[in-house]
């Protein structure tokens, strides 16, 4: 049986890579000890969070690069409040970031906004109170 699915690196194409990571620096990351001119690696909890040119990244999957706006993705940064979103939000704009959504309660039941970051990387900052946290501080979907 196959094992489930886990997400290990999350790749972003991004304009350009030393801008990029400055931004991510900004807000806090710190850059992993193998990033280079091309790509910037940042360890998150569970994953790494990589930023790679966004031509190479077409390339190197063999599709064009051309497409602006909004993508059909948005990633989620989950915290353990509504203050702790507030704070982080706060944080997100002062890295150079853009708010395009300002935090407030949901219909299902929690509170989150919406940022972007320079490249218009669209994502989440919520507090889910449907979701559990684990040991090794992961949300899960279970206790």
Known sequence: MPSPLSLTLLTLGVADVAR??????????TRAAD??????????T???????????????A???AAGEGFRGVAMAWNLRSDEE??????????????????ARKTFWGGYSAYVSDPDGH??????????????AGRMTAQE
């Open 20 to 29: 990029a990571a400055a931004f991510y620096e900004a807000f806090g990351l």
């Open 35 to 44: 990033s280079n001119d091309h790509v910037a690696f940042f360890n998150t």
């Open 46 to 60: 569970g994953s790494i969070l990589a930023l790679y040119g966004r031509e190479a990244l077409a390339e190197d």
């Open 62 to 64: 063999e599709l064009t």
């Open 85 to 102: 979103v507030d704070k982080a939000v706060v944080r997100w704009v002062a890295a150079g970031g853009r708010l395009t959504r300002a």
């Open 122 to 135: 669209l994502w989440e900052i919520a507090h889910a109170p449907g979701f559990f946290w684990d040991a």
